[in-house]
């Protein structure tokens, strides 16, 4: 199965963002590969799709921005997460990835031991999906559940998240996952 979604995808060292859903533009519900996207793009699905998307697309950039405040390692052209967002976010170059397609993990298991910075992040947004992914937060599986809005499969290097949207990934919760990321990757 091909991975189908926006941005880019690497090999190692990437963050991986698994969502249920699809801008509602015949383009991107025909898409049937990965494709990155190119300046203006997430404008353009904003304002054809309305503030569903935007928040989405919004959320996201705030993420990847605050990650790499954290780690020192942003570049002076991409000082706020809306320049992020503009310039950067999901586009060739970016290690970012907003898949469309279930993640596939075969292959990918890891021993228990940590994840270091040369391995992607798989983030998966929504309880909901993680569950119909096969995510089963309940005693005895391999997520673990962290508190009520995120849990972690270190295995896989897995992260359950709340949907990225203002309400329920608020900057609070969105720092929490920036810290959630960078243990991943100590």
């Known amino acids: 199965m091909n991975d189908v979604g926006l941005g880019q995808l690497v090999p190692s060292g990437g963050i991986r963002v698994f969502i249920a859903n699809r801008p509602p533009l015949p383009v991107y519900e025909s898409l049937n590969q990965f494709e990155p996207m190119m300046a203006g793009d997430i404008s ?4 054809e799709t309305g503030n569903h998307w935007r928040k989405i697309f919004n959320v996201y950039a705030k993420l990847l921005h605050g990650l790499l405040v954290s780690r020192e390692a942003l570049a ?4 706020t997460w809306q320049q992020f967002r503009d310039h950067h976010l999901l586009q060739g170059n970016s290690q970012t990835a907003l898949l469309f397609s279930a993640p596939v993990f075969s292959g990918v298991d890891k021993p228990p031991s940590k994840p270091n910075i040369k391995t992607n992040i798989n983030i998966i947004m929504g309880k909901n999906y993680a569950a119909q992914l096969g995510f089963e937060r309940v005693e005895g599986s391999e997520l673990i559940e962290l508190d009520r809005d ?14 990225f949207d203002y309400r329920q990934l608020s900057n609070i919760k969105i720092l929490k996952l920036i810290d959630l990321i960078n243990q991943m990757w100590s």
Do not use: E, K, S, T
Not at 44 to 47: A, D, K, L
Not at 150 to 163: D, L, Q
């Open 76 to 79: 002076d052209d991409l000082a």
């Open 150 to 163: 995120f849990a972690i499969c270190p295995r896989r290097n897995v992260i359950v998240c709340p949907y």
């Open 44 to 47: 353009h699905i904003g304002q």
